[in-house]
C-alpha cells in the first residue's frame, strides 16, 4: 500500500514570497490533515478535510494560509505572503477512520524562510 | 479545545533500563489517546493507542496507563534498546462537531537510549 506523497520536500524562500505544497492521501482516506510542525514542538492541526469539505481550520492563520481539497482525494497548502514564523516541516496526513483511529503521515515538506 | 502537556521533554536512560514519559490534556471530552515515533528526519508514526473504556494496554514492550478521572496518561518502555531512541509525541482526540475527531499533540519527549 502506497504512503501518503508530500512534495517538495525542501523549500527556501524569502519572507513575503508565496509557497504551494502538495499531498496525496493514501487511497480510499476520506480524511486529511495538514500539521505544522515547528522544529523542537509536536504537529499543531492546521486544517482537516473530510471528503472536499473543511472540517476544522480554527487554527489556520487564513490571512495568509490557504487549503483547498477540490476533488476529495489530493490537496494543497498554500502560503501567500510567507513570514521568517513559518518556517517549519508540514505534515500531512490522512486517515480511513474520522472518529478515532491512527494517522498515516507523509514524509512533510521542510519550509525555511529567509 | 485540548491542551496536551507531556514531560519530560528529555530523557535518557541505560539500554535496559525502562522509560516513562508522563502526559496530561484538559477536555473530560477526549476519549482516544494514541502515542507516535518520530525518529530523526522521519514521519511519525503510531506505535500505540488507548481508548478511554480501558485503563491499560500492552503491546511487546511498551505499555499505555489512563487514568481519566485524573486526566493524565502514560506511556513505559521496558527493556530500552537503541532503536528505541527518538522524539515521542502523546495526543488526545476529542469529538468536534460532527462526530470528528480533533487529534491535539504534545510538545515531545526526545528519549535518548545509551548503549
Known amino acids: 500500500e502506497a504512503g501518503v506523497a508530500q512534495s517538495p520536500r525542501y523549500k527556501i524562500i524569502e519572507k513575503r514570497q508565496s509557497v504551494a505544497f502538495w499531498c496525496n492521501p493514501i487511497?480510499?482516506?476520506?480524511?486529511l490533515y495538514w500539521y505544522q510542525q515547528i522544529l523542537g514542538q509536536g504537529p499543531k492541526l492546521l486544517i482537516q478535510?473530510?471528503?472536499?469539505?473543511?472540517?476544522?481550520d480554527s487554527q489556520l492563520p487564513k490571512d495568509r494560509f490557504s487549503a483547498e481539497r477540490l476533488k476529495g482525494v489530493d490537496s494543497t497548502l498554500k502560503i501567500q505572503p510567507a513570514k521568517l514564523e513559518d518556517s517549519a516541516v508540514y505534515l500531512c496526513?490522512?486517515?480511513?477512520?474520522?472518529?478515532?483511529?491512527?494517522?498515516?503521515f507523509g514524509e512533510g515538506s521542510r519550509l525555511t524562510v529567509l | 479545545g485540548e491542551n496536551v502537556e507531556q514531560h519530560p521533554s528529555t530523557l535518557s536512560v541505560q539500554e535496559g533500563d525502562s522509560a516513562v514519559i508522563k502526559c496530561t490534556y484538559s477536555?473530560?471530552?477526549?476519549?482516544?489517546f494514541p502515542w507516535y515515533k518520530q525518529e530523526l528526519g522521519k514521519r511519525p508514526q503510531l506505535i500505540i493507542d488507548?481508548?478511554?473504556?480501558?485503563g491499560e494496554k500492552k503491546d511487546q514492550r511498551i505499555a499505555v496507563t489512563l487514568n481519566k478521572t485524573a486526566k493524565h496518561f502514560s506511556l513505559h518502555i521496558t527493556e530500552t534498546q537503541p532503536e528505541d531512541s527518538a522524539v515521542y509525541f502523546c495526543?488526545?482526540?476529542?469529538?468536534?462537531?460532527?462526530?470528528?475527531?480533533?487529534?491535539?499533540f504534545g510538545i515531545g519527549t526526545k528519549l535518548q537510549v545509551i548503549p
Open positions: 477536555d473530560s471530552a477526549s476519549n482516544y
Open positions: 495526543a488526545a482526540s476529542p469529538h468536534i462537531s460532527g462526530g470528528y475527531q480533533k487529534v491535539t
Open positions: 488507548i481508548r478511554s473504556n480501558v
Open positions: 487511497s480510499g482516506h476520506a480524511t
Open positions: 496526513a490522512s486517515s480511513s477512520n474520522p472518529t478515532a483511529g491512527e494517522l498515516f
Open positions: 478535510f473530510q471528503n472536499n469539505g473543511v472540517v476544522d
